[in-house]
């Protein structure tokens, strides 16, 4: 059968802070928030084996303030924006699943993207399934993602990529 999903929803949040004295004292904040989701649809092709394809929507928002004083006197409070954007990619993937009983399974994704917003735009999740209900599981286990772009301007050429890996922990409700 096949069907539709929000597989994934990820946010980040990230700040930093730093400050400088001296003749002028300087102080700067950097914050850069985050999120990707997922929606896709699936197709069993197999008895443990699904076709996935869908879109991953990343957005990314970052500024930076800066304010410097002398003597306790103000002398510049700016807030910069840099980034405000959204971006799709079409992706297409595998997932194959492995139950060892009807509460306990295994399940192992991987997709790419096949055009979009961004030059990379990659995954690949480990995880196992405790089903404790009809409609309810929870899951653990491991993701890397990589999303990245290689950037032209004028002179400037630079390479940004984005990766995110780790454990993860998650509940899913079925429908």
Known sequence: GSEMCIRDSNYLDLRGESTRSGLVDTETKLKMTAGV????????????????TGIRHVHSTVRLDISSSIDGTEILNE????????????LFGVSYDHWFSER????????????????RN??????????????????????????GNDVEEDSLS??????????????????
Do not use: C
């Open 37 to 52: 989701n997922d929606l896709l649809a699936s197709w069993r092709v197999h008895e443990r084996v699904r076709l996935l």
């Open 79 to 90: 807030r910069v924006p840099i980034a405000d954007d959204d971006a799709f990619d079409m």
């Open 104 to 119: 306990w399974g295994l399940i192992i994704n991987g997709d790419v993207a096949l055009f979009g917003d961004n030059d």
């Open 122 to 147: 990659y995954s690949a999740e480990f995880r196992g399934i405790y089903r404790f209900g009809k409609l309810n599981n929870v899951w653990f286990g491991y993701r890397y993602l990589r999303i």
């Open 158 to 175: 630079y390479r940004l990529d984005t990766t995110q890996h780790g454990p993860m922990l998650g509940w899913a409700f079925t429908f």
